[in-house]
């Protein structure tokens, strides 16, 4: 950044996140949520705030909202209520979106990230239950924008944090983090690009020590990781630039372009926040008791922290590794069961998962859940390695043939014939005759040039096309060469 | 609490309402009213009193996560003033 000539700068970063959780229908109407449909075919009467109707609430997605309130240990607020967001624009037919605001059904939580080595905790203000908006499309409709109603309803989860963040990089962790858990939690698919997870970004500076808040601008809508950290950092360089010459930054929303790596006022109008939020008349207040929040309890699945921890422990992890297993549940149980089936080394399982396997997949755009290789057929192989039937490195061809169809590992073995030769009349045969081929080298060897072994050892595998048990060579090689 | 004409103005623009130029003074004086009236109730005690958020003591029913509207596009856009490619069409806003 390089513009810090009179102070030194410090940053803050609050941030917004939406989460459509993931039910069959809408927050108050019966209606589909899946994503992708033709427009318009998934909004009902309810949707399209056609007179008359009434909103009934979805309790799945009260109890979505509470299992998060208990996963980031918050208060869940025994009575909450619905209220109106007053607005006008096309694609909120009601002319109010339904959110709360004065009693939302989560309260203070937090969360602890990890930055550089270091653990820290973000608060979260609370998170309140709202419907979403539908879409609007401003190209070729002839001057007319055109009017998508199907994720009009679509139950939002927004989750606010403090301004605790005083990184990029914190934001990004943070994000993640809440990424991470409600896909562990099973409310969210957490798919950025169908926008079922978003985020705004409130941003302000201030000279370093100074306890009052800079002035914030709210970045709306970024829909990646990449985005949110490229975003803030603009947005800091502006807001200092803008200070250091004499400017002053105005509290405003802003849109990240991505194209042009830069962040753009939008028009805002005075009265544009001007929401006159009141309690919806057509909602009661929604009472969660005791019984109700002990049962979602019950139905909390381990949570990332609690799991990374146990397989350091269990399995003797490192953080690396137990990083990445337990990135999402799905790897994590996948790891579980490969463990369990193969009956081999943890260590061994968990590095042909985070190496390997998941080098592939990535490749390959799929999630574990796609993987072609299940772990009952990795199971197989690692089982091979670890009896020595194949080497590591013949382990690699015969995991790329089962990448590429259904066979076993076994199968492939017996077929490609890549059982490794551990039988010492072959691999004795093969080690004199590169020695009677090779005098030269022998010389080299014997004069003491220790870096000509490998060279044997490399004539021996190639002749034996790898299949040679390494070890069982290398001790040949030695008393030979004598 | 006393409004302005501005005050009305710009309450109406809000709620999108078309108000008569002529009307305003009545509806800043009728408005004013309304509004000493609330003062006068926020004169009384309510210490200790939870806010009401709806005069029906009752809490809310919840309903199961299920699919019960199907696509009823047609007649919804039957009455529609514009549409096209399934969308609706409505004068271009741009924020």
């Known amino acids: 950044?390089?513009?810090?000539?009179?102070?030194?700068?410090?940053?803050?970063?609050?941030?917004?996140?939406?989460?459509?959780?993931?039910?069959?229908?809408?927050?108050?109407?019966?209606?589909?949520?899946?994503?992708?449909?033709?427009?318009?075919?998934?909004?009902?009467?309810?949707?399209?705030?056609?007179?008359?109707?009434?909103?009934?609430?979805?309790?799945?997605?009260?109890?979505?909202?509470?299992?998060?309130?208990?996963?980031?240990?918050?208060?869940?607020?025994?009575?909450?209520?619905?209220?109106?967001?007053?607005?006008?624009?096309?694609?909120?037919?009601?002319?109010?979106?339904?959110?709360?605001?004065?009693?939302?059904?989560?309260?203070?939580?937090?969360?602890d990230i990890d930055v550089d080595g270091t653990t820290k905790r973000i608060g979260i203000t609370r998170a309140h239950l709202e419907e979403d908006a539908g879409k609007s499309l401003h190209e070729s409709f002839h001057g007319m924008s055109g009017i998508d109603l199907n994720r009009a309803g679509t139950p939002l989860l927004e989750i606010v944090s403090e301004p605790e963040m005083r990184s990029a990089k914190e934001a990004v962790a943070y994000m993640r983090k809440i990424h991470e858990l409600v896909r562990y939690l099973g409310i969210c698919d957490g798919n950025m690009q169908e926008g079922s997870f978003r985020c705004d970004a409130n941003v302000s500076v201030r000279p370093k020590g100074q306890e009052e808040f800079g002035t914030r601008a709210e970045i709306k809508n970024i829909n990646s990781f990449k985005f949110v950290e490229k975003a803030i950092n603009h947005e800091v360089e502006r807001q200092i630039e803008l200070i250091e010459n004499g400017g002053k930054v105005v509290q405003e929303t802003r849109l990240y372009d991505a194209n042009k790596d830069e962040t753009r006022s939008m028009r805002s109008k005075e009265e544009a926040n001007d929401y006159r939020y009141f309690p919806d008349p057509d909602l009661l207040p929604v009472h969660i008791s005791e019984e109700f929040k002990e049962q979602i309890k019950g139905q909390l699945p381990e949570l990332p922290d609690a799991k990374k921890l146990r397989f350091k422990g269990q399995y003797q992890l490192d953080d690396e590794n137990a990083v990445i297993l337990t990135a999402s549940r799905q790897l994590a149980d996948y790891f579980e069961a490969l463990v369990k089936e193969s009956t081999c080394e943890a260590k061994l399982c968990a590095n042909w998962i985070t190496g390997d396997l998941v080098a592939v997949l990535n490749k390959a755009d799929l999630d574990i859940t796609q993987s072609p290789v299940n772990y009952q057929r990795l199971a197989g192989l690692l089982l091979r390695i670890s009896d020595d039937t194949i080497s590591g490195k013949i382990a690699k061809q015969v995991f790329e043939a089962m990448w590429n169809s259904t066979a076993t590992a076994d199968d492939i073995i017996a077929e490609k014939g890549l059982k490794q030769i551990t039988d010492t009349g072959a691999i004795e045969a093969i080690i004199d005759k590169i020695i009677a081929d090779n005098p030269d080298q022998v010389e080299q060897y014997l004069s003491g040039k220790d870096k000509v072994f490998g060279f044997f050892v490399g004539q021996v595998m190639k002749d034996m096309q790898g299949k040679a048990n390494p070890a069982e060579v290398n001790k040949m090689l030695k008393i030979k060469l004598k | 609490m006393t409004l302005t004409a501005d005050d009305v103005k710009k309450i109406a623009h809000l709620a999108r309402l078309g108000i008569n130029q002529q009307n305003i003074a009545s509806y800043t004086k009728d408005l004013s009213g309304m509004l000493q009236l609330m003062t006068q109730m926020s004169e009384t005690n309510t210490d200790g009193v939870l806010p009401m958020a709806h005069p029906m003591d009752q809490t809310q029913r919840l309903r199961a996560d299920e699919v019960t509207e199907n696509n009823n596009r047609n007649n919804f856009q039957a009455i529609a003033p514009q549409i096209e490619d399934g969308l609706y069409l409505v004068p271009k806003v741009i924020e």
Not at chain 1, 68 to 77: K, R, S, V, Y
Request: hydrophobic share 40%; with cysteine.
């Open chain 1, 1 to 111: 950044m390089g513009h810090h000539q009179e102070h030194e700068w410090e940053t803050v970063i609050g941030l917004e996140i939406h989460t459509q959780l993931a039910t069959q229908s809408k927050i108050f109407s019966g209606a589909a949520t899946a994503y992708g449909a033709e427009p318009n075919t998934q909004a009902c009467a309810v949707d399209l705030g056609l007179p008359g109707v009434l909103p009934v609430l979805n309790g799945q997605a009260v109890s979505m909202a509470v299992k998060f309130g208990l996963a980031i240990e918050a208060e869940i607020a025994p009575h909450s209520v619905f209220a109106r967001k007053n607005y006008f624009y096309p694609d909120l037919p009601k002319g109010y979106q339904i959110s709360q605001f004065e009693l939302p059904i989560v309260g203070k939580g937090h969360l």
